[in-house]
């Protein structure tokens, strides 16, 4: 679907926007100080000249003049058209989240300093690959005017803490939205005709996948290590820390001395079950046993418990694959795909035998849409290395031996074959069930996201720079 840029879609870019972007300092303000460039209170005794305004105030957070500029060329950057887009309509934006992290703290909501910290490293490896800084941290400390690495790290920590904040204040006031068929059918029937949204040309695509297997000497020799490890911290007082730092595979995580970020018992989800199982078994300051998972093989430390909460330290190592697995896979492979050609089996019957990917291996091979959780890849939407493997391939036709990498830098072999084709039209309540029921319980959820947002205006300490009291804010920030 093609959408021009609404408030309520400023929310939702609000959350990409401060991924990337470095805006102002939150901290708490007088009513009437000036603050300059560098975010630091002007004594006006001494500095009477105004340098760089506030813009807004809300709760504990403020929004500098400078803040909003500096927002439109990090969005313009990051590939956003804000073609139409007015700096009232991005500063609104701005408040919104501001809102949301401040009464995500009013709610006692908590955010883990290791899982931020997690994040400011992704987002800091994302910065260095852009192009203009080439992985030099020199450049990229240039080029958002800071001191030196520390004050970058210290500010990008309070910014992605804040947008955390905000996050789980959101999925908070969303998290009972429901919506029923006859809601969304109601959704679909209000929209008219010659409004009605395109869907672009979507494929079916199936999969099989064959993965080198590895032997159970090459799990031993991890194990074994990972046992290692674990002795000498409580035999020795070694530091987990530091052998996280210098052997663990997941590089991310080793970082941070193998913090991975906390786990809470009441939730499910985002954590693999062995990973879940062990923590939860595991006292505060144990080290546990090796484990498997489909990540590879660990050991963690619970470093704290925190009621319901436990914050998690792991070191994972990889089992090696030897040349000869590598070698009979690619064999099989081969074998899997001939046998399909030759029509001595079809591709759904080989998927259900022969695939070594159990999500897909049970509907032959049937990949799912991570984004919708149907069979059905929008072309325009697909990801670029599965678009690149299929794009020549013809309905029905079997596409050579194809590589991938997995997580643990393991190679695997796969065949894929495009099942079926939908061209381009407009949606069909029938056929597009699902995307338009994820279309009306957005509207549902951006709905009783505006209808909180409007109560907690009310009930919050808010001011609003001169400058922009003449903006026509979609959110009632001027209290008129």
């Given amino acids: 679907m093609k959408y021009t840029i609404s408030n309520s879609q400023l929310f939702v870019l609000g959350v990409l926007m401060f991924l990337v972007n470095l805006v102002g300092a939150q901290e708490i303000i007088e009513e009437d100080v000036e603050v300059a460039a560098n975010n630091e209170v002007v004594d006006n005794t001494f500095k009477p000249h105004k340098i760089d305004?506030?813009?807004?105030?809300?709760?504990?957070?403020?929004?500098?003049?400078?803040?909003?500029?500096?927002?439109?060329?990090?969005?313009?950057?990051?590939?956003?058209?804000?073609?139409?887009?007015?700096?009232?309509?991005?500063?609104?934006?701005?408040?919104?989240r501001k809102l949301l992290a401040h009464h995500a703290i009013q709610d006692s909501l908590e955010v883990s300093d290791a899982e931020v910290r997690q994040r400011v490293d992704v987002t800091i490896d994302q910065?260095?690959?852009?192009?203009?800084?080439?992985?030099?941290?020199?450049?990229?400390?240039?080029?958002?005017?800071?001191?030196?690495?520390?004050?970058?790290?210290?500010?990008?920590?309070?910014?992605i803490k804040a947008n955390n904040l905000a996050d789980k204040m959101q999925a908070k006031i969303v998290e009972d939205v429901e919506i029923t068929p006859d809601e969304v059918r109601e959704f679909f029937n209000k929209i008219p005709k010659d409004k009605r949204p395109t869907f672009g040309t979507e494929l079916k695509v199936a999969e099989i996948v064959v993965e080198p297997k590895v032997s159970q000497e090459a799990k031993q020799v991890v194990i074994d290590r990972l046992k290692e490890f674990k002795r000498d911290v409580e035999d020795n007082g070694a530091s987990f820390r530091t052998k996280a730092v210098l052997y663990s595979e997941d590089k991310v995580s080793a970082?941070?001395?193998?913090?991975?970020?906390?786990?809470?018992?009441k939730k499910t989800g985002g954590w693999a079950k062995e990973f879940r199982e062990t923590?939860?078994?595991?006292?505060?300051?144990?080290?546990?046993?090796?484990?498997?998972?489909?990540?590879?093989?660990?050991i963690l430390k619970v470093d704290r418990i925190r009621g319901q909460i436990y914050d998690v330290s792991h070191i994972l190592l990889f089992p090696k694959v030897s040349d000869e697995a590598i070698k009979?896979?690619?064999?099989?492979?081969?074998?899997?795909?001939?046998?399909?050609?030759?029509?001595?089996?079809?591709?759904?019957?080989?998927?259900?035998?022969?695939?070594?990917?159990?999500?897909?291996?049970?509907?032959?091979?049937?990949?799912?849409?991570?984004?919708?959780?149907?069979?059905?890849?929008?072309?325009?939407?697909?990801?670029?290395?599965?678009y690149a493997q299929i794009q020549n391939l013809k309905d029905g036709e079997v596409s050579p031996v194809l590589t991938e990498t997995d997580r643990t830098g393991n190679l695997k072999y796969k065949i894929l074959q495009i099942t079926d084709r939908i061209d381009e039209h407009e949606a069909d309540f029938a056929r597009d069930y699902m995307k338009i029921k994820e279309l009306a319980l957005n509207e549902k959820r951006i709905k009783t996201i505006e209808k909180w947002q409007k109560e907690k205006i009310m009930d919050t300490y808010i001011k609003i720079g001169s400058s922009y009291n003449d903006c026509n804010f979609s959110g009632n920030w001027l209290k008129k």
Avoid: W
Avoid at 255 to 265: A, H, I, P
């Fill in 53 to 96: 305004g506030i813009a807004g105030v809300v709760g504990d957070y403020i929004v500098l003049d400078s803040d909003i500029a500096k927002e439109r060329r990090q969005l313009i950057a990051s590939g956003a058209n804000l073609q139409g887009v007015t700096d009232c309509e991005l500063f609104g934006s701005m408040l919104e």
């Fill in 127 to 159: 910065f260095l690959q852009q192009r203009p800084i080439n992985g030099s941290m020199e450049k990229l400390i240039e080029f958002y005017g800071k001191e030196n690495e520390r004050s970058f790290r210290e500010e990008l920590f309070e910014i």
């Fill in 255 to 265: 970082r941070n001395g193998g913090q991975v970020g906390s786990l809470d018992r």
């Fill in 279 to 298: 923590t939860f078994s595991t006292q505060e300051g144990e080290i546990s046993e090796p484990f498997a998972t489909e990540f590879g093989y660990h």
């Fill in 328 to 386: 009979e896979a690619r064999d099989r492979t081969d074998k899997i795909r001939e046998s399909i050609v030759s029509g001595a089996i079809t591709f759904e019957e080989a998927a259900r035998e022969s695939s070594d990917r159990k999500e897909t291996k049970v509907d032959g091979g049937q990949m799912i849409n991570p984004e919708t959780q149907d069979y059905n890849f929008e072309l325009t939407r697909m990801d670029t290395d599965l």
